[in-house]
């Protein structure tokens, strides 16, 4: 398990918390009650407390956590010309439940410097916002996670802004060998396992020149 260390702001006030992460769902405990889902946007009580969490938080759709403000220190491990480094990447996730989940964080800091993709609000998708992020970063500075690995792919059935890439690593000979999304959709049917973007395992490897994939 990985631990994140973050903040929770609602109407009532806003308050330390820490998520732990096994690479594929999230969990963390905010006033007494535990949280669990697969992305920031997907958070809902355990079992047992959901009567206690409708008198504290405001519940949306599905009982997920809403109108609230997430911030996230999530750890990104870095390739750089003088070796691997782990930095944070800060993001920060409004809440609501009439909107998508929008960033109105997004910054990456290495030693004291800072790579922010934007400023403002701006929808939530780390498909998007991982590349862009690795577009500003200084040459021989690679980010090294998931979302970069030659075996994680999305689904054709559409996918949420964070947390619903799927690692491949049990096939890995026949995604790296995958040439269309027809082939894609063949091959990956009954296999892959939900998993963050920004996770890192021991099973990475580089996304192969000429590799064909869905993301």
């Given at each position: 398990?990985?631990?994140?260390?973050?903040?929770?702001?609602?109407?009532?006030?806003?308050?330390?918390?820490?998520?732990?992460?096994?690479?594929?769902?999230?969990?963390?405990?905010?006033?007494?009650?535990?949280?669990?889902?697969?992305?920031?946007?997907?958070?809902?009580?355990?079992?047992?407390?959901?009567?206690?969490?409708?008198k504290i938080?405001?519940?949306?759709?599905?009982?997920?956590?809403?109108?609230?403000?997430?911030?996230?220190?999530?750890?990104?491990?870095?390739?750089?010309?003088?070796?691997?480094?782990?930095?944070?990447?800060?993001?920060?996730?409004?809440?609501?439940?009439?909107?998508?989940?929008?960033?109105?964080?997004?910054?990456?800091?290495?030693?004291?410097?800072?790579?922010?993709?934007?400023?403002?609000?701006?929808?939530?998708?780390?498909?998007?916002?991982?590349?862009?992020?690795?577009?500003?970063?200084?040459?021989?500075?690679?980010?090294?996670?998931?979302?970069?690995?030659?075996?994680?792919?999305?689904?054709?059935?559409?996918?949420?802004?964070?947390?619903?890439l799927i690692?491949?690593?049990?096939?890995?000979?026949?995604?790296?060998?995958?040439?269309?999304?027809?082939?894609?959709?063949?091959?990956?049917?009954?296999?892959?396992?939900?998993?963050?973007?920004?996770?890192?395992?021991?099973?990475?490897?580089?996304?192969?020149?000429?590799?064909?994939?869905?993301?």
């Amino acid at each position: 398990m990985t631990s994140y260390k973050s903040k929770y702001k609602d109407e009532n006030g806003q308050e330390e918390i820490c998520f732990e992460s096994d690479g594929s769902s999230l969990k963390t405990r905010i006033r007494g009650i535990d949280f669990e889902g697969q992305s920031f946007e997907e958070l809902e009580p355990i079992a047992g407390d959901l009567e206690k969490a409708q008198k504290i938080f405001y519940l949306g759709n599905f009982n997920y956590l809403s109108n609230c403000e997430i911030e996230v220190a999530l750890p990104i491990r870095l390739c750089t010309l003088a070796g691997f480094i782990e930095e944070p990447l800060m993001v920060g996730v409004l809440l609501n439940e009439s909107e998508e989940p929008e960033l109105i964080k997004f910054a990456l800091t290495i030693r004291e410097d800072i790579f922010s993709l934007f400023e403002g609000m701006k929808e939530m998708s780390f498909e998007y916002q991982l590349p862009a992020l690795q577009s500003l970063l200084p040459v021989g500075v690679h980010i090294k996670s998931c979302f970069f690995c030659a075996f994680s792919a999305y689904s054709v059935a559409g996918w949420s802004g964070f947390g619903s890439l799927i690692c491949f690593k049990d096939i890995k000979e026949k995604i790296i060998s995958v040439k269309s999304k027809e082939e894609y959709m063949d091959v990956a049917e009954g296999y892959g396992v939900s998993v963050q973007e920004t996770f890192l395992c021991s099973e990475y490897e580089d996304i192969k020149a000429g590799q064909w994939q869905y993301k």
